[in-house]
Each structure stands twice: as C-alpha cells, then as structure tokens.
C-alpha cells in the first residue's frame, strides 16, 4: 500500500516538473490546467485562460442593452499551442437576464457585427460595442455568458455584469 502511494507521488511530482518544463514559467503552468480564470479587474470582467473581457459603458436606452467589450491576450506562451493569437466573435456571447432566456447580440447600425477578432499575445482589441434585446425584468441581476476559444478545454464563463 504505502508503495503504491509512493508511485502516486512521484508520478504526480514528474507531470508537475514536466508541466513547469514544458510552460517555461508559473503562469504558463496555470495557463496548462484544463480551465484556468485569471484574476482581471476592474469588474466586471473575465479572463478565461487570460484571454480577457473587459466590460464597460453598460447602458438600456431604446429598447436596446449596449456595453463596449475591450479584448486583452494576456496568455502566456505554451509548448502545445498551434497559434499565438486567441480568437472570438459577437456570436461568442449572450446575455442572460434573471428569467433563463440567453440573448444572441443584435446588430443595428450603432452595433455592427465586428466578426471574428484576432487579439494576438499581448495585444489589446477594442473597445468593440455589443447590443443586445433587454431582459423583461431588466439588466439587475444579469450576465454575459462568454464562450471564447482558449483551447481544448474552453467552456462559458459568466460576467456579471449588474
């Protein structure tokens, strides 16, 4: 028993150095989990892997939720990684109010559908605008579902936005 517990250990010290090793620093490390949120400030914001959200400028005026989305790559440069730059799009989000309905943004022509953004590591995008039809209950109480693409271990993350 206590000798397979020492395999345990050795093995899970052995992916740990080769997962240091092969990341070339700790946040490269944390960056190889399989989902890793990076702390990101001012709220409300999000950084999946450090691919970050930044949200600012929410406002509800003409039947229309609008806010400005800045993007920064924050990523840190890993071994396994087939791009330096993280992608996303409008098609990326959604809002969510206190009633379950998910919003696809809307597009009108104070909100153009910007496509598909390229942010390469270290670059800063935006700000870019994203409309959305309001909740009924209105904005108290929801979030910004996020769905970027950080690898093979995305998922959606929520930024709460009021």
Known sequence: MLGR??????LGLLLVGVLFA????????????PFYQA???????????GFEADIANLQTAGG?????????????????????YRHTSPSDFQLSGTDGVDRSPIFQLDCPN???VRVPRGA?????????????EGTQGAVLLWKPDVGV?????????A
């Open 39 to 49: 702390p990101c400030a001012p709220p409300p914001c999000a950084a999946p892997q």
């Open 5 to 10: 517990l020492l395999i345990v250990v050795l």
């Open 64 to 84: 229309v939720v609008s806010m400005d989305l800045t993007l920064r790559n924050k990523t840190a440069k890993t071994p396994f990684e087939a791009v330096s």
């Open 124 to 136: 800063t995008q935006g700000p870019v605008r994203l409309c959305f039809q309001p909740p009924r």
């Open 22 to 33: 092969g990341a070339g620093s700790l946040e490269g490390v944390k960056q190889s989990i």
């Open 153 to 161: 271990f995305s998922r959606r993350v929520s930024i709460h936005i």
């Open 114 to 116: 910007w496509g598909d």
